[in-house]
């Protein structure tokens, strides 16, 4: 039975489930019955983060341009150009024995490709969710279901696994961002071309 977490609750998940090592990651949404004349393109992104809150590197974000950190503890498993059909529109994997430990954070994120061209938000968008699974037997440990909070954001944190005290906690953090990815980097440390 996986947790239903609301916005800023945390929950232990390793602690309940010692011997977790494999975690899925599945992001998904549905876009409401509206036309701005494209297509509504998601994309989900983990930040890998130091103490200070920052990506020590460009490499530590892992997204459709990089699909795979090289300690491969977090691996993207592609871009999904529509979120067309039922459960998850993006998954991302996360090997918890393989995080580096300079890393204390990973935090998820759902941008609106191109939301400015497109004028498009996350007003327009439902139904987003987040939902942790152990990938050694399909279980779904936590869900989150972000409700219909937002209106003209471009961007969302969505939730961010964190150590404490040796093991590994969830966040759901369902704040929003306007600037896109572009600004979700800037605040991680990233800089953008």
Not at 26 to 52: E, I, K, P, T
Request: charged share 20%; glycine share 12%.
């Amino acid at each position: 039975m996986p947790i239903n977490l609301s916005k800023g609750q945390k929950v232990d998940l390793t602690k309940g489930n010692p011997g977790l090592k494999n975690v899925m990651v599945g992001l998904g949404w549905d876009v409401n019955a509206f036309d701005s004349g494209s297509d509504f393109d998601l994309d989900a992104a983990a930040f890998m983060l130091g103490a200070d809150g920052k990506c020590p590197t460009d490499k530590e974000f892992v997204f459709y341009g990089n699909l795979s950190h090289s300690s491969q503890a977090v691996v993207h498993q592609g871009d999904n150009l529509t979120g067309d059909g039922d459960g998850d529109d993006e998954q991302i994997l996360i090997d918890l024995s393989k995080v580096p430990a300079n890393i204390e954070k990973i935090v998820f994120t759902v941008t609106i490709y191109d939301a400015e061209a497109r004028r498009q938000n996350f007003g327009q968008v439902s139904n987003a969710f987040i939902r942790l699974v152990d990938n050694s037997n399909g279980s779904e440990l936590i869900r989150y279901d972000l409700g219909e909070d937002f209106s003209i954001e471009t961007a969302i944190v969505v939730g961010e696994l964190y150590r404490n005290n040796g093991e590994w906690k969830f966040n759901a953090i369902g704040s929003g961002f306007q600037g896109g990815l572009a600004a979700l980097c800037g605040h991680f440390g990233i800089e953008v071309a």
